[in-house]
């Protein structure tokens, strides 16, 4: 865009020299008015491009020619280098083929943009998400050394608690047996005392007999000298050992637990990525004329209506209750989480990394789960939040109204950063309607897509929020009005819908054009769509409380 200073001049338009210019044509280098465009691209002799004036490049810029001075206009094929026409009608270019510079430099730039765009969309997100698989790979390996660290411990301290009770019990058994070899001596002791007493007491007996000549007491007197000749027995006592074990390592170690032995290997990715044309078109999967119910899940929610892969076998749901749960495919609540707010939560998604977000509209929050702790990573205020989905990239995709339903808009965050707002298109008219919820994904060619409920119709716009294409539905297939509240796309870049008030799932192409209805699974009320990496869709039931897996490719 032209600087601004204190005084504007009013930039007029090529053609008609009179009228304030509004378009630009990069293949031309002239600027139009509006009425201009139309005459200007009547002429098909050669390629147009017309965009609006302010968004066109600069001026071009000619190289200089290093040997004349003067400007480039050309570009020579065969040496691939810019050249003046002096050098152009040299012997040096002779024979050579020429292209005007421009045109050369409008090819390179598209390429240049093409180069940009998958860097940037492609090969950068890849890297980066390598790298945090990698340290989200680095925080389980310390987390899992850790853990063994930490079990070792364990049969450590198990280890410990035997030997000290086969110790205690040892000690006590050797206390038991010291104290009946104290008995027995006790008891053996006493005995020689009573004897020993009984021999001091007949000494002193013989001894006062001797000193009297007492005829009476010498004829009454008896001997026990044969009765104290008979020693008493001896204790002999076979006092314990202990003999300990000689310790066996090996068997120690078998017995205390082993380690297996670690294995790393390298699994190689693919030596490049695959173009952006074979990404974004794997392998074709046609859609069955008549798809089919493979699982039906009921769920414990009295109002059911969204519903989130986490894996092929794995799904998040939530309903009209203040709680989210995780459900096997056998219909077993494998986790629950409550909100942190205690309000019901208005939509959920997972991240690429297997997070569960959800959206709080009553205080206009998106809260992440973590190990089954919650974090706010946004917060508005003016807005409404309405329904939320991940980008490729890691980006978080939310629909919003204002607080009085005037304006209704997207918004890309990174992580709590707004990075994009997309609310108009290139006439300044709302892209959506403000209202009710507007269920929102991003197609595998990176558009935005929204199921505009109150509009009734899906809103498709580009990368760069630019729109693309506007689906209302076909008549011919039910005379009652659209209802347009859920969506999810597979990996063919289709887009399918749930029609509420119809019972329906409709699918389009990435153009908009309808393939397939499905109307013959019974569905009954179908709200929440999700698509698993088999491009299998989950549908969930608003009041029959179900989620249902169909397969329709």
């Known amino acids: 865009m032209e600087p601004l200073g204190r005084a504007q ?11 304030v210019l509004q378009s630009h044509c990069e293949i031309c ?23 609006p004036y302010k968004y066109r490049f600069p001026a071009p810029y000619y190289p200089k020619c290093p040997d004349h001075n003067t400007h480039c206009e050309f570009y020579c094929e065969e040496c691939d280098i810019p050249v003046c026409s002096t050098c152009k009608s040299s012997d040096k270019h002779h024979g050579h083929i020429f292209t005007d510079v421009l045109k050369k430099v409008h090819s390179k730039r598209k390429e240049l943009e093409h ?9 950068n997100p890849t890297f980066e ?25 364990e049969q450590e301290k198990n280890f410990q608690r035997e030997i000290n009770i086969i110790v205690k019990k040892q000690k006590s058994e050797i206390d038991e047996m010291k104290n009946k070899h104290l008995v027995a001596l006790n008891e053996h002791s006493e005995e020689i005392k009573h004897i020993t007493s009984d021999i001091k007491q ?39 050992r202990f003999s300990p074990n000689q310790i066996d390592t090996e068997q120690l170690h078998q017995t205390f637990g082993s380690l297996s032995a ?18 974004s078109c794997p392998q074709a999967k046609p859609l069955l004329d008549a798809a089919e119910v493979i699982t039906s899940i009921q769920t414990k929610f009295t109002i059911l209506q969204n519903v989130s892969c986490l894996s092929d076998n794995e799904i998040w749901t939530h309903g009209m209750e203040n709680i989210m749960k995780l459900y096997n495919l056998r219909g077993e609540i ?31 929050t998106v809260n992440i ?91 498709v716009v580009n990368q760069a929020g630019i729109f693309r294409f506007r689906y209302t539905g076909h008549r011919p297939f039910t005379s009652e009005p659209f209802d347009f509240i859920g969506i999810t796309t597979d990996s063919q870049s289709r887009i399918l819908t749930s029609d509420r008030r119809n019972n329906c799932i409709h699918i389009l192409d990435q153009n908009g054009q309808l393939l397939l209805y499905i109307d013959n699974c019974n569905l009954h009320l179908p709200w929440g769509l999700s698509v698993d990496n088999r491009d299998h869709l989950f549908v969930a039931e608003c009041h029959s409380h179900r989620v249902k897996k169909i397969k329709y490719t």
């Open 369 to 459: 789960v973590k190990n089954k702790e919650i974090q706010e990573i946004i917060r508005v205020r003016g807005w409404k939040l309405h329904n939320i989905c991940g980008t490729t990239t890691g980006d978080l995709l939310v629909t919003m109204d204002s607080d009085f339903r005037e304006h209704a808009r997207v918004v890309r965050y990174s992580g709590s950063t707004e990075k994009q707002i997309i609310q108009f298109d290139s006439n300044g008219k709302s892209l959506y309607s403000h209202g009710y919820t507007k269920d929102i994904v991003e197609n595998r060619n990176l558009d935005i897509c929204v199921a505009d409920y109150e509009a009734k119709a899906v809103v």
């Open 129 to 153: 998400e390598i790298t945090l698989d990698f340290n989200s790979e680095k925080t389980k390996f310390e987390n899992h050394y850790e853990n063994l660290t930490t079990a070792v411990t």
């Open 115 to 123: 180069d940009f765009e998958e860097l940037e969309v492609r090969i």
């Open 262 to 279: 670690i294995s790393i290997t390298k699994e190689a990715h693919s030596n490049t990525l695959e173009t952006p044309e074979a990404a």
């Open 202 to 240: 007949s000494i002193l007996d013989l001894k006062k007999i001797l000193d009297s000549d007492d005829v009476s007491l010498i004829s009454a007197y008896k001997s026990r000298n044969d009765e104290f000749r008979c020693l008493p027995p001896k204790v002999n006592v076979s006092l314990p």
């Open 9 to 19: 001049v009013l930039l007029q338009c090529d053609l008609c020299q009179s009228t």
């Open 334 to 364: 494998i986790k629950s989480i409550k909100t942190q707010s205690g309000n019901n939560p208005r939509d959920i998604t997972v991240t690429r990394n297997g997070d569960l977000v959800y959206v709080d509209i009553e205080i206009s």
């Open 29 to 51: 280098q002239i600027n139009l008015c509006r009425d201009c465009v139309g005459e200007h691209l009547s002429d098909s002799s050669q390629r147009h491009n017309v965009i």
